[in-house]
C-alpha cells in the first residue's frame, strides 16, 4: 500500500505526459511482477474504405513498452498479442489470463501462440465515456503471474494514465495555441509595422503633393507620371506664347488644362474667354469670334467686337476646335497668321489684339486633315506645342485625388459639410473603366452626394451603370505617337537638353535615350 501511495505521489507532481507513462507502467511492472508493460493508444484507421470487420475500425500505437528491468523496449521485442489488445479497447472489458496458450478464448489468437504468451492482463484506458486505448502487462514464461486484484490494481494506473493522456493533449493544445497566438502578435505587429511605414511614406507624399498643388496649377487634381508628365509641360508652355492645342477624349479636362496654363502664365490677370465651337451654328461662330458690325445682318443693332478683342490681353480658348467649319477655320488661319480679323459685315480689317489662343479637341486632327474636314494649314499653324491628356483610366492612381476634390466642391455648392469617400467608394471608383472620364466621375458623385444618408460616401452609394462599355485603351502605335509627341516638345522647349527634358517628364536618362534613338529624334541631341 505504501509503495501504491508513493507512485500516486510521484504521478501527481508532474505534469508530463510521457513521465507519467513511464513511472506508472514501472510502477506497474514492479507491484505486479509483470516481464513487460506497454501503454497502447488506439486511434482510427486512416484508410478511407469501409472496415471489413469491426476490428480494422482502430489501429494499435505503442505510446510506451518498458521492462522489469526499468528499461525503454527495443525495437525488436515490441511484440505482444495485438489480438487481445484490441479486444480490450473495442469491447472495454478488462483480459485477464493465467496461461494464454491454453486458454480456449484464444486459440484462434495467432500471436498468442506464435509469441507463447503465457500470462496476460490487460484493462482499458477510459475518459469521457471514450475507451483511449490499454494498458498491457505480461509474462512470456511463467503461468499464474497475475491474479484478479492485479487487474484492479492496472484499473487504478489505467486511470492515472488517462488523466496524464488528457493532461498532454490539453498542454499540447495549449502549446499549439500559445504557438499560434505569438505568430500572430508577430504578424500583426509585422503588419502594424508596415502599415506605419506606409502611413508614413503616405504622409509625405501627400504634402509634397499638395506642396507641388499649392506651388503648380492647384485646379488640377492627381498627380500621377502620367499626369506629372502633362503639368511640366503646362508650367514650361505657361510662360510663352506660342499656340497650345490640348487633346484628349471627352471629359478629360481640356478646359482645366487651359485655364491652367492661363492661370501659370504672365496673363494670369487678363481675360480668359471660352468657346465651344460646336455649340454655334456657322454664321453665329463667326460673329462670336471675329465680331460684326452694325446692320450686318437681321438683330445686328449695334457693332460687336467679338471675343478676340474681348480677350484682349489674356487667352481665347477654342473648345472643340475639330468642329469648327471649314469656312470660319479661314478666318481662324488669317487672325493667327496675319495677325487681323475682319468683323461681320465689314470691308476693312483690324488688327488682332494682344491674345493668346488655346484650342481643344478630342478629334485627331491628323484624320481630319487626310478627310479634307480640316485645313491642313491650319493645323499646322495651331499644333506648335500638342498637350495630350491621357484617359482618366489610364491613370486610376489619380481617381481618389480627383474624386475627392469633386465631392468637396459639391458639399461647398450645397452648403453642407464635406464629404468623405469610404475604402470601399473608393475602391468601386478605381476599378471602374470610366468611358465618360472626369465629366461621368462628376455626375456619378454628384448622385451619390445627394444618396449618402451621412457624411461617409460608401459603396453603395456609387451607382454604376451596370452594363457600361467597356472602355477600349489607345494601341500601342497611339501611345507610342503621343509619346513621341510629348517627348518632342519637350526637346524643343528646352533647346534639346536632354537632361532638363528626363527631370521636366520624369522619365531616367537611360530609358529617355533609348526612347529617343526609338523615335529617331537623337540627331539633333
Known sequence: MMKLLEVNRRLSSTLDAEEVLRLAMDAAIELTGAERGFVILASPSPS??????ARAKVRLEVAVARNLDRERVGKSQLKFSHGIAKRVVERGEAVLTVDALADERFHGNASVHSLRLRSIVCVPIRAHGAVLGAVYLDNRFQRGKF?????????????????????????????????????????????????ADEIERLSHELERTRADARRDFPEIAGRSAPMRAVLALCERVAESDVTVTVTGESGTGKELVARAIHSGGPRREGPFVAVNC??????????????????AFTGAVRDHGGLFLSAR?????????????????????????????????????????????????????????????????????????????????DRPDDIPAIAQAIVEKLAARQGRPTFRLSRGAL????????????????????RACVLAPGPEIGPAD????????????????????????????????????????????????????????????????
Request: with cysteine; net charge positive; glycine share 6%.
Open 427 to 446: 475602391r468601386r471608383l478605381a476599378t471602374y473603366g470610366w468611358p465618360g472620364n472626369v465629366r461621368q466621375l462628376e455626375n456619378v458623385l454628384a
Open 462 to 525: 456609387i451607382q454604376l451603370p451596370a452594363a457600361a462599355p467597356a472602355p477600349r485603351g489607345r494601341s500601342r502605335a497611339d501611345y507610342r505617337g503621343a509619346e513621341e509627341e510629348r517627348i518632342r516638345a519637350a526637346l524643343e522647349l528646352s533647346r534639346w537638353n536632354v537632361c532638363e527634358v528626363s527631370r521636366s517628364l520624369g522619365i531616367p536618362r537611360t530609358t529617355l535615350y533609348r526612347k529617343l534613338a526609338r523615335y529617331g529624334l537623337l540627331r539633333r541631341e
Open 147 to 195: 491474479a484478479e486484484g492485479d487487474a484492479d490494481l492496472l484499473g487504478a494506473f489505467a486511470d492515472q494514465i488517462a488523466v496524464a493522456l488528457r493532461n498532454g493533449r490539453l498542454m499540447a493544445e495549449l502549446r499549439d495555441r500559445t504557438r499560434a497566438l505569438e505568430e500572430e502578435q508577430r504578424r500583426v505587429a509585422e503588419l502594424m509595422r508596415s502599415q
Open 48 to 53: 478511407p474504405s469501409p472496415p471489413v470487420d
Open 313 to 393: 490681353g489674356g487667352t481665347l480658348f477654342l473648345d472643340e476646335l475639330g468642329e469648327m467649319p471649314v469656312a470660319v477655320q479661314a478666318k481662324l488661319l488669317r487672325a493667327l497668321q496675319e495677325r487681323e480679323i475682319r468683323p461681320v459685315g465689314s470691308d476693312r480689317s483690324v488688327p488682332v489684339p494682344d491674345v493668346r489662343v488655346v484650342c481643344a479637341t478630342n478629334r485627331d486632327l491628323r484624320e481630319e486633315v487626310a478627310r479634307g474636314r480640316f485645313r491642313e494649314d491650319l493645323y499646322y499653324r495651331i499644333n506648335v506645342i500638342e498637350i495630350r491628356l491621357p484617359p482618366l483610366r
Open 278 to 295: 460646336a455649340a454655334l451654328p456657322e454664321a453665329l461662330l463667326e460673329s462670336e469670334l471675329f465680331g460684326h458690325v452694325k446692320g
